[in-house]
């Protein structure tokens, strides 16, 4: 069991940035993949970022605006998103996931709120 908790959301212009961070109640060093998902009102939840190790992977959408990291030592997944647009209005989740063979487990944060606008 993790608890994920993230921060960082708020309102931004379009074209501004945000950092959002989310922080793990235990060592994410055992986690296979940490990520980013978003949900906006009325859509899916879907895939913004995930990081495995030193690879990373990002939706089509936000490559070369968003970057993920991760800070074994201080727990710590980051996602910096620049250069925002209005369609990037979501609540946005922190992942952790652990695969054990075919196996895997997945937790979710409570969410953080990002509106784009001006």
């Known amino acids: 069991q993790v608890q994920l908790v993230e921060s960082g959301g708020g309102l931004v212009q379009p074209g501004g940035s945000l950092r959002l961070s989310c922080v793990a109640s235990r060592s994410i060093f055992s986690f296979n993949v940490m990520g980013w998902y978003r949900q906006a009102p009325g859509k899916q939840r879907e895939l913004v970022a995930e990081i495995t190790g030193g690879n990373t992977n990002y939706a089509d959408s936000v490559k070369g605006r968003f970057t993920i990291s991760r800070d074994n030592a201080k727990n710590m997944v980051y996602l910096q998103m620049n250069s925002l647009e209005p369609e990037d209005t979501a609540v946005y989740y922190c992942?952790?996931?652990?695969?054990?063979?075919?196996?895997?487990?997945?937790?979710w944060g409570q969410g953080t709120q990002v509106t784009v606008s001006s």
């Open positions: 992942t952790a996931d652990r695969y054990s063979g075919n196996r895997r487990e997945r937790y």
